[in-house]
């Protein structure tokens, strides 16, 4: 009776520790970050991050970095679709070889960075 007991908790924790990691590797960085300068101002950013469930698994924030200095910063509660997030974001005029850096956080793991340079 004691073997039987020990022999379903191990049983069970085997369970759960195959479950929770199955759940990591599963989840992944966004892959990658488009950026398009728009003469206005606006930089448009679209986020490569394929996932099953956007509501669940998704880019949860974005950082805007103006030559090294923090300008923008949105979080979300979802992703548009289970493709990517894409947004805009309003930096006014900017002299060109002003240096604009992206940061894209998934919220369960990793980031990803991208960079240009105003023409």
């Given at each position: 009776?004691?073997?039987?007991?020990?022999?379903?908790?191990?049983?069970?924790?085997?369970?759960?520790?195959?479950?929770c990691?199955?759940?990591?590797?599963?989840?992944?960085?966004?892959?990658?970050?488009?950026?398009?300068?728009?003469?206005?101002?606006?930089?448009?950013?679209k986020?490569?991050h394929?996932?099953?469930?956007?509501?669940?698994?998704?880019?949860f924030?974005?950082?805007?970095?103006?030559?090294?200095?923090?300008?923008?910063e949105r979080?979300?509660?979802?992703?548009?679709?289970?493709e990517?997030?894409?947004?805009s974001?309003?930096?006014?005029?900017?002299?060109?070889?002003?240096?604009?850096?992206?940061e894209?956080?998934?919220?369960?793991?990793?980031?990803?960075?991208s960079?240009?340079?105003?023409?």
């Amino acid at each position: 009776m004691k073997n039987m007991k020990r022999s379903g908790l191990l049983l069970i924790s085997v369970l759960c520790l195959v479950f929770c990691g199955a759940s990591v590797a599963f989840s992944h960085p966004p892959k990658e970050i488009s950026l398009l300068w728009k003469p206005e101002g606006v930089l448009s950013v679209k986020v490569a991050h394929l996932v099953d469930n956007p509501e669940k698994h998704y880019v949860f924030r974005i950082i805007v970095y103006v030559n090294d200095k923090i300008t923008a910063e949105r979080e979300y509660k979802s992703q548009q679709s289970a493709e990517a997030l894409t947004d805009s974001f309003s930096l006014g005029a900017l002299p060109s070889g002003t240096n604009i850096k992206v940061e894209a956080r998934c919220i369960i793991m990793g980031s990803a960075v991208s960079s240009i340079v105003v023409p």
